[in-house]
Antibody, heavy 118, light 110 residues
Framework: QVQLVESGGGVVQPGESLRLSCAAS????????MHWVRQAPGKGLGWMVF????????YYADSVKGRFTISRDNSKNTLYLQMNSLRAEDTAVYYC???????????WGQGTMVTVSS | QSILTQPPSVSAAPGQKVTISCSGS????????VSWYQQLPGTAPKLLIY???KRPSGIPDRFSGSKSGTSATLGITGLQTGDEADYYC???????????FGTGTKVAVL
Protein backbone atom coordinates (compact mmCIF):
# COMPACT_ATOMS: atom_id res chain seq x y z
CA GLN A 1 0.00 0.00 0.00
CA VAL A 2 0.99 3.63 -0.40
CA GLN A 3 3.07 4.53 2.61
CA LEU A 4 5.48 7.09 4.01
CA VAL A 5 7.55 6.18 7.05
CA GLU A 6 9.63 8.81 8.82
CA SER A 7 12.60 8.11 11.05
CA GLY A 8 15.45 9.96 12.70
CA GLY A 9 13.64 11.99 15.31
CA GLY A 10 14.93 12.31 18.85
CA VAL A 11 16.09 14.63 21.59
CA VAL A 12 18.91 17.07 20.85
CA GLN A 13 20.36 20.17 22.48
CA PRO A 14 20.01 23.67 21.03
CA GLY A 15 22.50 24.27 18.25
CA GLU A 16 22.83 20.60 17.36
CA SER A 17 21.86 18.86 14.12
CA LEU A 18 19.56 16.04 13.14
CA ARG A 19 18.69 14.32 9.86
CA LEU A 20 15.22 12.99 9.24
CA SER A 21 14.48 10.33 6.63
CA CYS A 22 11.23 9.35 4.96
CA ALA A 23 10.94 6.02 3.19
CA ALA A 24 8.29 5.89 0.47
CA SER A 25 6.64 2.75 -0.81
CA UNK A 26 3.65 1.69 -2.88
CA UNK A 27 3.92 4.45 -5.48
CA UNK A 28 6.35 5.87 -8.05
CA UNK A 29 8.27 8.16 -5.72
CA UNK A 30 10.32 9.83 -8.44
CA UNK A 31 7.20 11.34 -10.05
CA UNK A 32 5.90 13.17 -6.99
CA UNK A 33 6.77 16.43 -5.28
CA MET A 34 7.28 16.06 -1.55
CA HIS A 35 6.99 18.30 1.51
CA TRP A 36 7.83 18.38 5.18
CA VAL A 37 5.17 19.71 7.56
CA ARG A 38 5.58 20.08 11.31
CA GLN A 39 3.30 20.47 14.29
CA ALA A 40 4.50 21.82 17.61
CA PRO A 41 2.85 20.30 20.70
CA GLY A 42 -0.71 21.54 20.98
CA LYS A 43 -0.34 23.79 17.95
CA GLY A 44 -1.49 23.85 14.33
CA LEU A 45 0.14 22.60 11.17
CA GLY A 46 3.13 24.43 9.76
CA TRP A 47 4.52 23.89 6.29
CA MET A 48 8.31 23.70 6.20
CA VAL A 49 9.67 22.90 2.79
CA PHE A 50 8.90 21.64 -0.72
CA UNK A 51 11.02 19.68 -3.18
CA UNK A 52 10.03 18.97 -6.77
CA UNK A 53 9.86 15.44 -8.15
CA UNK A 54 13.41 15.63 -9.52
CA UNK A 55 14.93 17.77 -6.78
CA UNK A 56 15.50 20.72 -9.06
CA UNK A 57 13.23 23.11 -7.17
CA UNK A 58 13.10 23.70 -3.44
CA TYR A 59 11.15 26.22 -1.38
CA TYR A 60 11.57 26.85 2.33
CA ALA A 61 9.54 28.55 5.02
CA ASP A 62 11.30 31.65 6.32
CA SER A 63 11.56 30.11 9.79
CA VAL A 64 13.93 27.38 8.56
CA LYS A 65 15.60 28.95 5.54
CA GLY A 66 19.36 28.67 5.84
CA ARG A 67 19.17 26.08 8.63
CA PHE A 68 17.23 23.19 7.08
CA THR A 69 17.98 21.43 3.80
CA ILE A 70 15.66 19.11 1.94
CA SER A 71 16.92 16.47 -0.45
CA ARG A 72 15.79 13.24 -2.05
CA ASP A 73 17.29 10.06 -3.46
CA ASN A 74 14.89 8.75 -6.07
CA SER A 75 16.95 5.59 -6.49
CA LYS A 76 16.27 4.79 -2.83
CA ASN A 77 12.70 6.16 -2.69
CA THR A 78 13.78 8.30 0.24
CA LEU A 79 13.27 11.91 1.28
CA TYR A 80 15.57 13.67 3.73
CA LEU A 81 15.53 16.73 5.94
CA GLN A 82 18.86 17.93 7.31
CA MET A 83 18.23 20.19 10.28
CA ASN A 84 21.09 22.31 11.60
CA SER A 85 21.32 24.92 14.34
CA LEU A 86 18.24 23.54 16.00
CA ARG A 87 16.27 25.77 18.36
CA ALA A 88 13.74 25.07 21.10
CA GLU A 89 11.00 26.35 18.80
CA ASP A 90 11.81 23.58 16.31
CA THR A 91 10.37 21.08 18.77
CA ALA A 92 7.54 19.37 16.91
CA VAL A 93 6.24 16.29 15.19
CA TYR A 94 7.63 16.28 11.65
CA TYR A 95 5.51 14.81 8.87
CA CYS A 96 6.68 13.70 5.46
CA UNK A 97 3.93 14.45 2.93
CA UNK A 98 3.27 13.65 -0.72
CA UNK A 99 2.10 16.54 -2.87
CA UNK A 100 -0.25 16.41 -5.83
CA UNK A 101 -0.12 18.51 -8.98
CA UNK A 102 -2.72 20.85 -7.49
CA UNK A 103 -0.76 21.24 -4.24
CA UNK A 104 -2.93 18.98 -2.11
CA UNK A 105 -1.18 16.82 0.48
CA UNK A 106 -2.67 13.42 -0.18
CA UNK A 107 -0.42 11.01 1.71
CA TRP A 108 1.01 11.69 5.17
CA GLY A 109 3.54 9.74 7.18
CA GLN A 110 2.91 8.88 10.82
CA GLY A 111 5.31 11.58 11.94
CA THR A 112 8.54 11.62 13.93
CA MET A 113 9.05 13.66 17.08
CA VAL A 114 11.94 16.10 17.38
CA THR A 115 12.64 17.63 20.78
CA VAL A 116 15.18 20.41 21.17
CA SER A 117 15.98 20.96 24.82
CA SER A 118 18.96 21.63 27.05
CA GLN B 1 2.05 32.49 11.63
CA SER B 2 -1.01 31.28 9.72
CA ILE B 3 -2.45 33.71 7.20
CA LEU B 4 -5.57 31.71 6.55
CA THR B 5 -8.15 32.45 9.23
CA GLN B 6 -10.54 29.82 10.59
CA PRO B 7 -12.89 29.92 13.57
CA PRO B 8 -11.26 28.25 16.61
CA SER B 9 -14.19 25.93 17.18
CA VAL B 10 -17.62 24.91 15.96
CA SER B 11 -20.11 22.52 17.49
CA ALA B 12 -23.45 20.89 16.80
CA ALA B 13 -25.54 17.95 17.88
CA PRO B 14 -25.27 14.54 16.20
CA GLY B 15 -26.98 14.52 12.81
CA GLN B 16 -26.74 18.26 12.40
CA LYS B 17 -24.59 20.29 9.99
CA VAL B 18 -21.55 22.46 10.61
CA THR B 19 -19.62 24.75 8.32
CA ILE B 20 -16.05 25.91 8.72
CA SER B 21 -14.83 29.03 6.99
CA CYS B 22 -11.31 29.74 5.76
CA SER B 23 -10.49 33.32 4.88
CA GLY B 24 -7.45 34.30 2.86
CA SER B 25 -6.41 36.71 0.13
CA UNK B 26 -5.85 37.00 -3.59
CA UNK B 27 -2.30 35.68 -3.23
CA UNK B 28 -3.50 32.37 -1.84
CA UNK B 29 -7.14 31.24 -1.89
CA UNK B 30 -8.10 33.73 -4.56
CA UNK B 31 -5.81 32.17 -7.15
CA UNK B 32 -5.16 28.60 -6.05
CA UNK B 33 -6.95 25.39 -5.18
CA VAL B 34 -7.93 24.87 -1.57
CA SER B 35 -7.60 21.61 0.33
CA TRP B 36 -9.03 20.55 3.67
CA TYR B 37 -7.47 18.17 6.17
CA GLN B 38 -8.92 16.27 9.11
CA GLN B 39 -6.75 15.44 12.10
CA LEU B 40 -8.28 13.02 14.56
CA PRO B 41 -6.82 13.12 18.08
CA GLY B 42 -3.33 11.64 18.22
CA THR B 43 -3.12 10.88 14.51
CA ALA B 44 -1.58 12.34 11.38
CA PRO B 45 -3.73 14.65 9.25
CA LYS B 46 -5.73 13.17 6.39
CA LEU B 47 -6.78 14.78 3.12
CA LEU B 48 -10.51 15.42 3.15
CA ILE B 49 -11.12 17.77 0.21
CA TYR B 50 -8.85 18.82 -2.67
CA UNK B 51 -9.22 21.14 -5.64
CA UNK B 52 -11.77 23.18 -3.63
CA UNK B 53 -14.55 20.62 -3.75
CA LYS B 54 -13.31 17.14 -4.68
CA ARG B 55 -13.28 14.20 -2.29
CA PRO B 56 -10.55 11.53 -2.32
CA SER B 57 -11.68 7.96 -2.60
CA GLY B 58 -13.16 6.76 0.68
CA ILE B 59 -14.27 10.16 1.97
CA PRO B 60 -18.05 10.16 2.49
CA ASP B 61 -20.21 12.70 0.72
CA ARG B 62 -21.18 14.14 4.10
CA PHE B 63 -18.06 16.24 3.62
CA SER B 64 -18.16 19.01 1.03
CA GLY B 65 -16.03 21.96 0.03
CA SER B 66 -16.61 25.20 -1.79
CA LYS B 67 -14.72 28.36 -2.67
CA SER B 68 -15.80 31.89 -3.45
CA GLY B 69 -13.32 34.67 -4.07
CA THR B 70 -10.77 34.67 -1.26
CA SER B 71 -12.71 32.39 1.09
CA ALA B 72 -13.40 28.68 1.26
CA THR B 73 -15.85 26.63 3.27
CA LEU B 74 -15.94 23.06 4.53
CA GLY B 75 -19.34 21.56 5.27
CA ILE B 76 -20.06 18.48 7.31
CA THR B 77 -23.60 17.10 7.32
CA GLY B 78 -25.04 14.28 9.40
CA LEU B 79 -22.50 15.00 12.13
CA GLN B 80 -21.14 11.95 13.93
CA THR B 81 -19.09 11.57 17.11
CA GLY B 82 -16.30 10.21 14.93
CA ASP B 83 -16.09 13.60 13.21
CA GLU B 84 -14.68 15.20 16.36
CA ALA B 85 -11.31 16.40 15.16
CA ASP B 86 -9.28 19.40 14.13
CA TYR B 87 -9.82 20.63 10.58
CA TYR B 88 -7.37 22.70 8.57
CA CYS B 89 -7.62 24.44 5.22
CA UNK B 90 -4.53 24.81 3.08
CA UNK B 91 -3.36 26.29 -0.19
CA UNK B 92 -0.32 27.67 -1.96
CA UNK B 93 0.56 31.33 -1.50
CA UNK B 94 2.06 32.90 -4.61
CA UNK B 95 3.49 35.93 -2.82
CA UNK B 96 5.21 33.91 -0.10
CA UNK B 97 6.13 31.05 -2.46
CA UNK B 98 5.02 28.83 0.37
CA UNK B 99 2.19 26.54 1.33
CA UNK B 100 -0.04 27.99 4.03
CA PHE B 101 -2.38 26.29 6.45
CA GLY B 102 -5.36 27.75 8.22
CA THR B 103 -5.34 28.34 11.96
CA GLY B 104 -7.39 25.19 12.50
CA THR B 105 -10.90 24.54 13.77
CA LYS B 106 -11.90 22.06 16.44
CA VAL B 107 -15.24 20.37 15.76
CA ALA B 108 -17.19 19.20 18.80
CA VAL B 109 -20.24 16.98 18.68
CA LEU B 110 -22.54 17.93 21.53
Amino acid sequence: QVQLVESGGGVVQPGESLRLSCAASGFTFRTYAMHWVRQAPGKGLGWMVFISYDGSNKYYADSVKGRFTISRDNSKNTLYLQMNSLRAEDTAVYYCVRGTTSDAFDIWGQGTMVTVSS
Amino acid sequence: QSILTQPPSVSAAPGQKVTISCSGSSSNIGNNYVSWYQQLPGTAPKLLIYDNNKRPSGIPDRFSGSKSGTSATLGITGLQTGDEADYYCGTWDNSLTAYVFGTGTKVAVL
